[in-house]
């Protein structure tokens, strides 16, 4: 009985370390590749607007870190993992909650990037559904690329806009700061 025990216990931990982090019925990887590099988990937690579950995310480093400025501001491989938990969030829906998160990540100076969310934002034509995985993925270099159900639907140059988008999760007024802590590994 007692090696039952050590077995199943041993099978319970490969398991757990194989798939990476539970969110709610979510399991987030424990890594993601951008490019070449593979990412760490950071943290992860739910995206909720008004005590409703939208979607799991995870944030994915070269190598943990707990400051949301140097984040940011770093010129390094970096992505978000979302996974949509809510029936269906329409494309618009989408669209303004980006645009929110851009005009609060920018102190209300989108002007320099505006191009760069239009482009951002023409990726999400689409409603996002149960079960969808949408990753942003930033490599030095090349931009923000924007995968949807692991299909590229289009990458945008630049590290200010990099520093943008990675602002609606960490910025100073985030889009759902419990979060953003949970990001962070708080």
Known sequence: MKRLVIILLAVFVMCTMAYGKQV????LPDSLMAGMDELLLNGAGFRKKLFIK??????YLIEKQ???QKIMDADTPMGIRMYFVHSEVPSKKL???WNEGFVNGTGGNIEPIKTEIDTFNACFSQKASK??????IYIPGQGVSVYIKGELKGTIKGLDFKKAVFSIWLGEKPADSKL???LLGE
């Open 95 to 97: 669209v303004d909650a």
């Open 131 to 136: 079960d969808d995985i949408y990753d942003i």
């Open 180 to 182: 953003k802590r949970q």
């Open 66 to 68: 707990t400051d949301p």
């Open 54 to 59: 939208v979607y799991a995310a995870g944030l």
């Open 24 to 27: 709610g019925d979510v399991i």
